[in-house]
């Protein structure tokens, strides 16, 4: 390794031999990068995760318009109900070729004597495929069944094998408001930080379950445009063809990025995922800062050697550097190895979307790479402020 180094930095590494000369207090320091790594990507593991449970509900609709309630419209489970008249409305527009309503409604799953599970409950016109993505398009006719579902295969806190054999002619039932219903098919959606899980079910059915909801007031409407459409153009065209703060309509795909940036700016939980990204960070610099200003203080005088000898100060703040990178490099990996097993394990146990992706992992090792350089740059201030002579 020092011969590599040597032919890398074009003398001797200076940097990783005194890092390497006491092996207690580099596995130490390294340990302490690989946990500030770990609190770091847990962090940013759990807002991702907030990020793709908003995303997956919407994946079910085509990528068209969406309209919803002005009123708490920034969540697609949250929003409030609005006039199905809308729809009809927008068909005026020579694009918009067709449009269905959607309901949406929770309801709490008692599955067990101790277990129970928050179902978000979808309501959809059976024969509105089209504006679904395609693989709903075929399970959806078959909702037109009473008192039948499509579940959730990955909901929470409930064994779903028994439901994975169900068809529309072997019918698994299941109870849900003193109500039997039957699945006839599953879909794999999982829960989020807001419910356990989702089922589909037909509008008529929704009904039978939220007996006080009206099938005048769907929570969202979808539409379809004709081909070669612009749907921000017709967006705003048909903002202007209702009254003034009635609406809100945009693309599924600028609600989507709305809900996850408002979850994640706005909402407690986001709050908190931010501030734990930046603890990571702090800890991770004062830890790397700790060992770096300590290596500098125990071979000061050999630094100050090298003063009295001529080196300049550029070459001191090379060495420094040295070893910042090279903590940062080795400590990375065991950090990033206990996240990836924390993610799993988080991921088996809870059925959250959590994962590891190659742009999180490449900007947190650039991120402790900084980290690393910004404390090596603050231990330099005591060797700059060393002056050889008062040191012999």
Request: charged content about 15%; overall charge neutral; hydrophobic content about 50%.
């Amino acid at each position: 390794m020092t011969a590599v180094l040597t032919r890398i930095l074009g003398r001797l590494p200076i940097g990783y031999l005194q890092l390497t000369h006491n092996p207690g207090r580099l596995l130490a320091a390294l340990a302490g990068v690989a946990f500030a790594n770990v609190l770091v990507f847990v962090q940013l593991g759990l807002a991702g995760s907030m990020g793709e449970s908003v995303a997956i509900p919407y994946r079910l609709f085509q990528p068209t318009l969406l309209i919803m309630s002005p009123a708490a419209s920034e969540t697609l489970s949250d929003a409030a109900t609005l006039p199905r008249q809308r729809l009809f409305q927008a068909r005026v527009h020579p694009d918009v070729t067709g449009g269905t309503p959607i309901y949406l409604g929770r309801l709490t799953w008692i599955s067990g004597q101790n277990s129970s599970s928050s179902i978000q409950f979808i309501g959809l016109v059976p024969d509105a495929g089209p504006f679904f993505d395609d693989a709903l398009a075929a399970p959806l006719i078959s909702l037109s069944l009473s008192d039948t579902a499509l579940v959730d295969t990955r909901t929470r806190f409930v064994d779903m094998r028994g439901f994975a054999a169900a068809q529309p002619e072997a019918q698994v039932p299941f109870e849900m408001q003193n109500r039997q219903l039957g699945a006839i098919g599953t879909v794999s959606i999982g829960g989020g930080f807001g419910g356990d899980g989702v089922f589909l079910v037909s509008d008529q059915t929704f009904f039978h379950l939220f007996p006080r909801r009206s099938s005048a007031t769907p929570s969202h409407i979808l539409l379809s445009l004709a081909p070669g459409a612009d749907p921000r153009k017709v967006a705003a065209e048909l903002a202007q063809l209702y009254p003034p703060d009635t609406v809100r309509i945009r693309t599924v795909t600028q609600a989507t990025q709305q809900e996850i940036r408002y979850q994640m700016t706005q909402r407690p939980t986001g709050l908190i995922f931010a501030f734990g990204v930046a603890i990571g960070v702090v800890v991770g610099i004062v830890i790397a800062y700790q060992v770096l200003s300590a290596d500098v203080a125990d071979h000061i005088r050999e630094y100050a050697t090298f003063k009295a000898m001529g080196f300049r100060h550029g070459f001191f703040v090379g060495v420094i550097l040295e070893e910042a990178i090279i903590l940062a490099a080795i400590g990375f990996w065991p950090g990033l190895a206990f996240s990836q097993l924390f993610y799993q394990s988080l991921a088996y146990l809870t059925n959250i979307p959590i994962f590891m992706t190659p742009e999180r992992a490449v900007a947190v090792f650039i991120g402790t790479i900084l980290a690393c350089a910004l404390s090596g740059a603050l231990a330099m201030r005591k060797l700059a402020a060393a002056e050889p002579a008062d040191l012999f």
